[in-house]
């Protein structure tokens, strides 16, 4: 499902999705074709099915894992009660939003917030907070043209081209 949104998005858009994934990702590091990061060394449980069947994802769509790609976020995003942790909860971007990225942290203290009233450990999902400064489109996800300051005069001369271009797209 998650291919299909994908496919449905404009090609400008910066995908964002965020997701309780259920997935253990290990510690083996993945990177694009281009040597963008898309998941860190730094899990610290081993690989699970879930987590194997979002490397395959976010190999096939060149995405990344925003939160398992800095050593400083990589931290668990759910507990339990008898003392479970995990990091279960991902954003995925594109790779040109790591480049952007301000930082990214896992909210420990509005997930206490968050639990059972007078409940003094952490018993569920922490949010994960992203703050980036992203400029454009992702490149991986358009086929666009450099234009000149030439090109762009010209065209913008023409409005019978100007027109065309807008009904195409």
């Known amino acids: 499902w998650l291919l299909g949104l994908l496919s449905?998005?404009?090609n400008r858009t910066l995908p964002i999705i965020?997701?309780?994934a259920n997935a253990r990702l290990g510690s083996t590091k993945l990177s694009t074709p281009d040597r963008e990061i898309q998941i860190g060394s730094f899990g610290n449980f081993k690989e699970n099915a879930a987590g194997?069947?979002?490397r395959k994802f976010l190999e096939k769509t060149i995405l990344v894992a925003i939160n398992a790609v800095f050593r400083e976020s990589a931290g668990n995003t759910w507990y339990n009660t008898q003392g479970h942790r995990a990091r279960i909860d991902?954003?995925?971007t594109c790779a040109t939003a790591v480049g952007t990225t301000i930082g990214?942290?896992?909210q420990r203290r509005l997930g206490?917030?968050?639990q059972?009233?007078?409940y003094c450990l952490l018993a569920d999902h922490c949010p994960i907070r992203w703050t980036f400064k992203h400029p454009g489109p992702c490149p991986s996800r358009?086929?666009?043209?450099?234009w000149t300051k030439e090109q762009v005069a010209f065209f913008c001369s023409n409005s019978t081209l100007a027109t065309k271009l807008a009904q195409e797209m």
Not at 142 to 146: E, G, L, M, Q, R
């Open 18 to 20: 965020c997701i309780d």
């Open 8 to 10: 449905k998005l404009p």
């Open 104 to 106: 990214v942290e896992v």
């Open 142 to 146: 358009t086929n666009w043209p450099h």
């Open 90 to 92: 991902y954003i995925f």
């Open 116 to 118: 059972i009233p007078n």
């Open 52 to 54: 194997h069947q979002m």
């Open 112 to 114: 206490l917030q968050q």
